[in-house]
C-alpha cells in the first residue's frame, strides 16, 4: 500500500541551527501539506500546496520558515534559526484533491512525522 | 475565530463495553467532518468521513452522527478492544481550499 515518506523521524538541534525536512506523497496526489503537532494538541495547518504552488501558507512563520515543492511531487520544510518553542512533530500529509473523479472530500494520508527536538 | 472542542480527559473503558467521543464546533458550517486515528508518535489516520448531509455513517464497529444544529458529532467505537486504544481527532472542512481542521483529540484507553 502506497505511503507517505517522511525523513528524518528524529532530529535534535541547537537553537539557531538550520534545520530541515523531507517529504515524499503517494504518487499522484496533487494536494500536499505540511503540519506541525505540539503534544497534547491537534495538527496545525503550516502550509499547503497544490501542486508546485502553495495555495495556503498563512499559518506559515515567514521569517523564519519556509517551504517547496519545486517538481510538484516531493517536499522540503525548513527553519532557519531553529527556536526552542519550534520543538515539536511536523507531520506531512497528502491528498487526491484536484482529482475530482477520485476525492473530492480531502481524506488526508499523513506520513510518520518528525519529532524535532530543539535544546 | 473557529473553535473545535473534544474531551481532554482521557476516556477510559472496559473492553467490550461502547466508547463513545464528542466534538462539538463553534463558528464554523463544515460541510464534511473526518474522524483519525492516531497512534503515539505516528501521524493520523483516516477513519471516516460523514457529510453535513449525513445522520449517521457506519464502519465495521465504528458509527458516525453529525448533528448541525447542535453543531457536534458523536463517534462511537462497540464492541471495544484494547487494540482500539489511541487518542481519536475529529477534523471539519468544507471551504474552498480543502483545509482541514483538527480538534485536540480525546485519548481512548480500553482496559482487557
Known amino acids: 500500500e502506497a505511503e507517505v515518506a517522511q525523513s528524518p523521524r528524529y532530529k535534535i538541534t541547537e537553537k539557531s541551527q538550520a534545520v530541515a525536512f523531507w517529504c515524499d506523497p503517494i504518487?499522484?496526489?496533487?494536494?500536499l501539506y505540511w503540519y506541525r503537532q505540539i503534544l497534547g494538541q491537534g495538527p496545525e495547518l503550516l502550509v499547503q500546496?497544490?501542486?508546485?504552488?502553495?495555495?495556503?501558507d498563512s499559518q506559515l512563520p515567514k521569517d523564519r520558515f519556509s517551504a517547496e515543492r519545486l517538481k510538484g511531487v516531493d517536499s522540503t520544510l525548513k527553519i532557519q534559526p531553529a527556536e526552542l518553542g519550534d520543538s515539536a512533530m511536523y507531520l506531512c500529509?497528502?491528498?487526491?484533491?484536484?482529482?475530482?473523479?477520485?476525492?473530492?472530500?480531502?481524506?488526508?494520508?499523513f506520513g510518520p512525522g518528525t519529532r524535532l527536538t530543539v535544546l | 475565530s473557529q473553535k473545535i472542542e473534544q474531551n481532554s480527559e482521557a476516556l477510559n473503558i472496559q473492553e467490550g463495553k461502547t466508547a463513545t467521543l464528542t466534538c462539538n464546533y463553534t463558528?464554523?458550517?463544515?460541510?464534511?467532518l473526518q474522524w483519525y486515528r492516531q497512534d503515539p508518535g505516528r501521524g493520523p489516520v483516516f477513519l471516516l468521513l460523514?457529510?453535513?448531509?449525513?445522520k449517521e455513517k457506519r464502519k465495521e464497529r465504528l458509527k458516525v452522527t453529525f448533528d448541525t444544529t447542535l453543531k457536534q458529532s458523536l463517534f462511537h467505537i462497540t464492541a471495544s478492544q484494547p487494540a482500539d486504544s489511541a487518542t481519536y481527532l475529529c477534523?471539519?472542512?468544507?471551504?474552498?481550499?480543502?483545509?482541514?481542521?483538527f480538534g485536540s483529540g480525546t485519548r481512548l484507553l480500553v482496559r482487557p
Open positions: 500529509a497528502s491528498s487526491s484533491y484536484g482529482l475530482a473523479a477520485r476525492s473530492s472530500y480531502n481524506e488526508q494520508f
Open positions: 504518487s499522484g496526489h496533487a494536494t
Open positions: 500546496f497544490q501542486d508546485e504552488s502553495v495555495v495556503d
Open positions: 463558528n464554523y458550517s463544515p460541510a464534511y
Open positions: 460523514i457529510r453535513e448531509n449525513e
Open positions: 477534523a471539519l472542512g468544507g471551504d474552498s481550499s480543502y483545509k482541514l481542521i
